[in-house]
């Protein structure tokens, strides 16, 4: 099955990949007060600029970070650290962004469970990722597990996880559309890849068109899809 790409206006398009991977923070769900909470708290514990972890940390594997900025080497205390983490975003509270909820209902009025539509591919930890979810009101997929950091062995902007997500949904990875709002994240979906399309949510336009995506928008407000003949036809307003 190959994708299509449809001018529709100048500035509207129409693509259809086989599947959709959805970044999860920042893209889906909006947890920056609890993140800039958690990094803060780090940063005191151990003795760095909290400020230039969060500036350079955006859309990395959270034990990646870690060990880096706390120079940790212990697999159980990157563990342990990553679920304190963890633990202070959640408490900074997470929630649906703009036009997430309406997309996802979108594909789930023709998902089945041999045609998804969908899946998630998160930097985050598989203890995380649920309860960040439930808390912005986002279901999982019925169909096809969350791809997390415990899933590969290497995270954004390696290929890895989008790789392991397309995997999930039984996909040829160019055949899918990445959707993203880190550079480290368009950089790994490229990679992969997958036609990727960044939302500028959390990453301003000129610095995600840098990396290379093959569509910006604002946020999902201006992204809609519906089912034709049992395919994914989505459309992009940038």
Request: glycine share 8%; hydrophobic share 40%; proline share 6%.
């Amino acid at each position: 099955m190959q994708y299509v790409l449809l001018p529709c206006s100048l500035s509207s398009t129409f693509y259809k990949p086989v599947q959709i991977l959805f970044d999860m923070d920042g893209t889906l769900v909006a947890s920056t007060p609890g993140v800039m909470r958690a990094w803060r708290t780090f940063g005191k514990d151990y003795g760095f600029d909290a400020e230039t972890a969060i500036e350079s940390t955006h859309g990395v594997r959270l034990w990646d970070s870690l060990k880096l900025w706390c120079n940790l080497k212990d697999d159980a205390k990157i563990k342990a650290e990553a679920d304190r983490f963890e633990e202070e975003v959640l408490k900074g509270g997470v929630v649906a962004l703009p036009g997430a909820i309406d997309l996802l209902n979108q594909i789930r009025a023709g998902s089945t469970s041999t045609n998804p539509g969908w899946t998630i591919v998160t930097s985050a930890t598989n203890v995380y990722a649920p309860q960040a979810l439930s808390q912005a009101g986002i279901q999982v997929s019925p169909f096809t597990p969350v791809t997390t950091a415990n899933d590969v062995t290497h995270g954004k902007p390696h290929p890895a996880p989008f790789l392991a997500g397309a995997k999930s949904l039984n996909v040829d990875p160019t055949k899918c559309l990445v959707v993203e709002d880190a550079v480290n994240g368009v950089i790994s979906g490229k990679a992969s890849g997958a036609r990727t399309l960044a939302s500028s949510t959390t990453t301003p336009r000129e610095v995600l068109a840098a990396s290379g995506p093959d569509w910006i928008v604002p946020d999902l407000t201006h992204v809609s899809v519906r089912w034709v003949e049992g395919k994914l036809e989505v459309t992009i307003r940038d």
